[in-house]
């Protein structure tokens, strides 16, 4: 079955300005961080911008942007508007502007704040703030240009019965956050891929009733969408994404749907495995479909669960799709991060506790074949952090992929760290952490043929990852906003060898 379809869409208006605020902070009141994201760089300064209280209360006290220099020192610190003090999800620096995005996947909004890099005022918009039924489901999905020059969002509203799509809307920003159009569609859409001209690539899938996949492949711009629908026969896609596009050739991946009768149950539904092809915009062509079924140790890398553990099918784990890195071939490395949660029953009644522990990982050749998968698991819980929902890593020119993590002490290591850290304005802390908390930062290296080793990053105090990260000189140095809730935060560099 293959549809072609053209539309046109529909201009909305949104918007919404909010003023700027001061606020004064003490050096006593900096000791206690809220929440805390690296911004970025330009070409003489990295950018962070924190927000804090000023009890155990967590009463608001004030948000600060603070601008560091190319050897690790502040050398500005200025109150801006409390609004900022979420932790930013996407960030832009620009000549005369810092742009922060803070994309709310559960509640369905975008949150836009703009700083002048003279003046220090802060803009703020909201997008997508509109009343849903709370019976609704809603999916929202975010994409950045290659080249950093622009960001599209797209929120889809699904009626709780039949789901059907209730809303869908759309938006292109410039790396200013200047609105470059806004519009409707009504199609499924699961991931987008935003090229540097601006025209969005946006896929989505549906089940049919005789239990096929059908994908709708769509290129939209500001004046119109044309959507292609494919069906796979015996195919039960559950998961869908864009990896690349390579001259009109996409490089996709995404999870299968198994049985409902399996026992292996992860993320509220079930998958058997993993998928990838490669798809033609021109000339409609559909690539070799390369699966990959989960083993054992896939399950027990997902549930978290120890070698010889019998797997709880009780216990859920969502599998989100992290950044995809790009490979000097033209290939990709795709991963997911298991958003692991565990009924916990107390005196105080039953509650979900959620951490962020494991990682599966492949890398896919330019023609969408796997060359090679693999993931680790490990023990520190971060669900109790704010920040916790980003797992920094990146791709170095020799297409190492490195992940950086926090570590429980009980983890074993491998092999001793050949990385040097240079840290400035920072302050360790002291005392031994209580608890089940991380000691320390380590590093988890895949060479190009997808062999893994794990490595200490040399620091016996506590350091806790903060937001995203920062790549520099090619993939050969990282940087990372690192902080605690007893002491002040600051940016450590991590160079590799």
Sequence with gaps: MRKIILTLGILLSIGGMAS??????????EFIRYESSLLGMDENNYYVLVGYSYDKKDNYKGTILYTYDKNLKIVDKTNI???????????????????????????????????????????????FDDNLDRRDRLLLSTAKSADDSLF???????????????????????????????????????????????????????????????????????????YVDEEFQNFRIGDINVAACNNDELIMYGLIKSDDKRLDKIGRTYYKGFFSFTYNLKTRAIGTINKYDFTADDYKIIMNQKAGKKLKVADVAFLQPLEVLPTSDGGVVVAYNPDYETVIKSQYGTSMYKSKESVLLWRLRPDGTIAWHNGFRRIMNTGMFENSWYTPHYITETDEVVFIVEDDLKDKLDNESPVKIVSKSYAYEASKPAGKLPTRIS????????????????????????????????????????????EPGGLIRIDIK
């Design 20 to 29: 700027a605020q001061k606020a004064e902070l003490s050096e006593r009141d």
């Design 81 to 127: 508007d409390e609004k900022t003090r979420e932790v930013a999800t996407d960030a832009f620096v620009t000549d005369n502007k810092i742009s922060m995005i803070r994309a709310d996947y559960n509640g369905g909004k975008i949150h836009c704040h703009v700083i002048d890099k003279a003046t220090k005022k802060c803009d703020t918009k909201t997008y």
């Design 152 to 226: 599209f969002a797209m929120k889809t509203v699904y009626n709780a019965k039949d789901e059907s799509i209730k809303s869908s809307k759309m938006i292109l920003f410039d790396n200013e956050l200047n609105e470059l159009w806004q519009k409707e569609y009504f199609a499924p859409a699961s991931s987008l891929f935003l090229t540097n001209d601006g025209e969005v690539i946006a896929v989505g899938h549906y089940i049919t009733d005789d239990n096929n996949s059908v994908v709708r492949f769509t290129t939209i711009n500001g004046d119109d969408e044309v």
């Design 443 to 486: 590093m988890i290296r895949f060479d190009k043929d997808g062999n893994m080793t794990k490595e200490p990053l040399h620091s016996e105090k506590k350091m806790l990852l903060v937001g995203k990260h920062y790549v520099l000189d090619n993939g050969k140095a990282v940087l990372l906003y690192v902080s605690n809730k007893k």
